[in-house]
């Protein structure tokens, strides 16, 4: 699940130079692409009693915690979505044997970011198997989506093995060479979008008058918009009404629209009451320390197409039972999930018609003052010791993912607040975000009403910043779009009744805390609003959040031993960082397009069908604001 950042960051849609239109040739016909990979012979280190394999510019791993840690290459080929894949030819062209001295290094589970120690876990049944380790060279995965255009997209993403593991026998079969041939057959009728409606707003009655300005600006700018109240898709105004409640009929008016009005943009304005969520069921952990059996989504609204183009349902064993991937490990998915965006979607969680009228006119003040304001070039960034003493190095893991997220911004007056520079507190965030900035990357733990860190090799907590703290920020019209690596930060569904709830469900144990359990007390969901939110909805605080409505996930150590900190190359670090590559190196500057191509390009890098972490990785994250912002104004 490796990616050097200085290579597998800029990620290649393999498109042959010379190929023919894929939509002009006759729906019959049966069409052939051609590739070919080459790779040098691997390399084989033995550290701490096992065997570490590295291939030259093949930088990502197999990723599936308890399973073998080999290298791997990802490649993705683009086709219009309804294309069929017809045949997938993946063939070495030269194999070799070879001994190893010790047993290949298991890939680790990910830390979860509320813990400062990894939980363990137990090696898959691939290491009592005399066979080789993938069981073919290569494996494939079908996703649907936009591109980099907005054109809707099959995504065939193949996963190659130049080496494979026997563990019984430990031995290495591996290939230096491979031909790809990919047999497809176009679609008979390739999709194309209208332009009738680009941005859609789902709100509800109370609200819809309140948007008009906000409608009538983005119009102004090009944007064809609408606002449409969930009694209009309940009863079926537009669309006829789909679905077997309000989630299910919100999806499928989004993909009506889509279809028929050419609708890219959705903006749903409301709490999770008032616009409903969707909840997902990856579970993780389940009666452990950090149990997590579902969460809220709204990945699943902007999710409307699988690789084929059908409707991508989340609920595909039909049991009212959404994303359902049971625990423990080595349970494959039981819901069939696609989570490659098909329309840029974010939320404004709103609960009144004050925060309504507030971010109406936050996001109008902020796309027309904001170019070329001096405070819009300055990124400030907070972290510390995320993971201390996590064996074997001494990260601080805070501070390497924002220096890599500040290494894809040159452009930007970076500000560190970090614990190894004795600058981090509360007050010199405040400080700084006052000031004004273009962006804000915290980078440590979080729950619905708090974010901190830790000094180093230091359990003990610092430089808090809650909820409270938020609402004394005294920056407005010179908000960042804010970005928060923590659990629980952006958990949109919070609310005081969970006090309650948690106390009939747990009893005592919800105020415990051990080594084996943590009472939900702790994790702060009975709060009235969620702290991303509670950053956005103000006059001040951020224009925009991104960040996780569950528990977040985290590379720790150098477990391939490439010098390469794991938290800045997998699961939240890699994310992080990579929203910032593409707005700071790409220029991808309409929030929801940086965000969705995010999510897509980790689809296409990391096992998100295969990987339970990897998939509420993605599961998880929310973007809180308008997905039409032109960061940094018009």
């Known amino acids: 699940m490796k990616n050097h950042l200085g290579s597998c960051l800029v990620i290649g849609l393999l498109i042959l130079s010379g190929a023919t239109s894929l939509a002009s040739p006759a729906p019959t016909q049966t069409m052939l692409r051609l590739d070919s990979a080459a790779f040098p012979a691997p390399t084989a280190a033995v550290i701490n009693g096992e065997t570490t394999l590295a291939i030259q510019g093949c930088d990502q791993t197999t990723g599936i915690p308890g399973e073998p840690l080999l290298p791997v290459q990802r490649r993705t080929y683009e086709f219009p979505l309804g294309t069929t894949i017809t045949t997938i030819q993946v063939t070495p062209e030269a194999t070799f044997t070879a001994a190893l001295p010790a047993p290949v290094t298991m890939t680790p589970r990910p830390q979860i970011d509320t813990l400062t120690t990894t939980p363990s876990i137990a090696p898959s049944p691939v290491y009592t198997q005399d066979q080789p380790y993938p069981m073919a060279w290569y494996s494939s995965q079908l996703t649907g989506g936009l591109n980099s255009q907005d054109q809707p997209t099959a995504f065939l993403t193949l996963e190659l093995h130049p080496v494979r593991y026997n563990p019984v026998q430990q031995t290495l079969l591996y290939a230096t060479s491979f031909s790809i041939d990919i047999h497809y057959t176009p679609s008979s009728s390739p999709r194309t979008l209208a332009n009738e409606t680009r941005f859609v707003i789902i709100t509800t009655d ?326 991303s939110w509670v950053f956005v909805r103000g006059s001040g605080g951020a224009i925009a959040s991104m960040g996780s409505c569950g528990f977040g996930c985290d590379g720790d150590g150098d477990y391939n031993h490439d010098g390469i900190p794991d938290c800045a190359q997998e699961y939240d670090g890699w994310f992080e960082i990579n929203f910032f590559r593409l707005y700071g190196q790409d220029n991808v500057s309409i929030l929801g397009h940086t965000y969705d191509q995010d999510v897509t390009q980790y689809c296409q890098n990391f096992p998100v069908l295969t990987s339970r972490y990897d998939a509420k990785d993605m599961a998880t994250h929310i973007i809180i604001g308008d997905p039409t912002l032109q960061i940094g104004g018009y």
């Open 206 to 531: 109370s609200y819809k008058n309140l948007l008009t300005p906000l409608m009538d600006h983005k119009m102004a700018h090009g944007i064809s918009t609408k606002i449409v109240t969930i009694s209009d898709i309940t009863k079926g105004t537009y669309f006829p009404a789909t679905g077997r409640d309000t989630a299910e009929k919100m999806k499928y008016f989004i993909k009506a629209a889509h279809e028929q009005w050419g609708t890219l943009y959705v903006m749903l304005v409301g709490n999770y009451k008032q616009v409903p969520t969707r909840d997902v069921w990856i579970e993780t952990d389940v009666g452990l320390e950090y149990q997590e059996l579902n969460f809220a989504c709204d990945l699943y609204f902007a999710d409307l197409y699988n690789g084929t183009g059908g409707f991508s349902s989340w609920d595909t064993n039909n049991n009212g039972v959404y994303g359902e991937w049971l625990y423990p490990e080595g349970h494959a998915a039981v819901d069939a999930m696609d989570f490659v965006p098909d329309v840029h979607l974010a939320r404004l969680a709103c609960m009144t018609k004050a925060e309504v009228r507030t971010q109406v006119n936050k996001i109008i003040t902020y796309e027309t003052t904001a170019k070329n304001a001096s405070w819009f070039s300055r990124i400030v960034v907070a972290g510390g010791d995320t993971f201390p003493n996590e064996g074997g190095t001494d990260y601080n893991e805070g501070e390497v993912t924002t220096q890599y997220a500040l290494n894809m911004m040159p452009q930007f007056t970076a500000i560190k607040l970090w614990v190894s520079l004795g600058n981090i507190s509360t007050e010199n965030i405040t400080a700084q975000l006052d000031q004004g900035a273009g962006f804000a990357y915290l980078c440590g733990h979080g729950n619905p009403k708090n974010w901190g860190t830790h000094f180093h090799d230091d359990t003990n907590w610092t430089a808090g910043f809650n909820n409270k703290d938020i609402k004394q920020l005294s920056n407005t019209n010179k908000c960042p779009v804010l970005m928060v690596g923590g659990c629980h930060n952006s958990e949109i569904d919070v609310t005081p009744m969970n006090f309650i709830t948690g106390l009939l469900k747990e009893g005592l144990n919800y105020f415990k805390v051990n080594k084996t359990w943590l009472g939900e007390y702790f994790l702060y969901d009975y709060v009235p609003e969620c702290w």
